[in-house]
C-alpha cells in the first residue's frame, strides 16, 4: 500500500521482539514498529502491510501515536458495516474538495441543505467554527 522502508532497528514491545520501519503519509514522517512473531499483516490506519503485526507508531515530530496497550488470546467474532445507508462512494480527492468547500463556505453550505439561520446565529456559529480551527488545528494528514 504505502512504501515502507526497514530498518536495522529491533526493541522489545509487550514482549514481543519489534523492528522498526519508516514511511511517509499525508506529509508526515512516521516510524512503524512491528513484530513478525504475530503472522498478521495489521495495524492502526494506513499501517498495515508489513511482515508482522503494527504495535507501535509514531510521526517523527511526536503528533500522533498509535500504540497497543495489549494482547489478548480471547477471540471475539465482530463484523462492521461501514456502509451508512443514502451514503455515496466517493474518492478521496473529491472528500477533500467537498470538506474544503464545506470548511470554507459553511453557513451557505448548511443553508442549500434547507436549514434557516438569523444574522445573530450564522454569527455566533462562524465565531464558534474559528475557535474550533484554531484547537483542531493538527490533522493527521497535512497534504
Known amino acids: 500500500m504505502y512504501p515502507w522502508y526497514f530498518t536495522n532497528q529491533f526493541r522489545q514491545i509487550l514482549g514481543y521482539k519489534c523492528?522498526?520501519?519508516k514511511g511517509s503519509y499525508g506529509g508526515r514522517d512516521f516510524e512503524i514498529w512491528f513484530t513478525s512473531e504475530i503472522h498478521l499483516q495489521d495495524g492502526p490506519f494506513v499501517f498495515?502491510?508489513?511482515?508482522?503485526?503494527?504495535?507501535?507508531?509514531?510521526?517523527?515530530?511526536?503528533?500522533?501515536?498509535?500504540?497497543?496497550?495489549?494482547?489478548?488470546?480471547?477471540?471475539?467474532?465482530?463484523?462492521?458495516?461501514?456502509?451508512?445507508?443514502?451514503?455515496?462512494?466517493t474518492k478521496r480527492d473529491e472528500f477533500m474538495k467537498l470538506k474544503k468547500n464545506f470548511n470554507d463556505n459553511t453557513v451557505s453550505v448548511i443553508e442549500q441543505a434547507g436549514f434557516v439561520m438569523d444574522e445573530s446565529q450564522k454569527s455566533t456559529y462562524i465565531k464558534k467554527r474559528e475557535q474550533s480551527r484554531k484547537v483542531n488545528n493538527n490533522p493527521l494528514e497535512l497534504e
Not at 68 to 79: A, G, P, Y
Open 19 to 21: 523492528q522498526m520501519a
Open 48 to 89: 498495515k502491510n508489513l511482515p508482522g503485526l503494527v504495535l507501535y507508531v509514531n510521526d517523527i515530530k511526536k503528533h500522533y501515536l498509535f500504540e497497543f496497550i495489549s494482547i489478548s488470546d480471547n477471540v471475539v467474532k465482530t463484523e462492521f458495516d461501514t456502509f451508512i445507508e443514502g451514503s455515496i462512494p
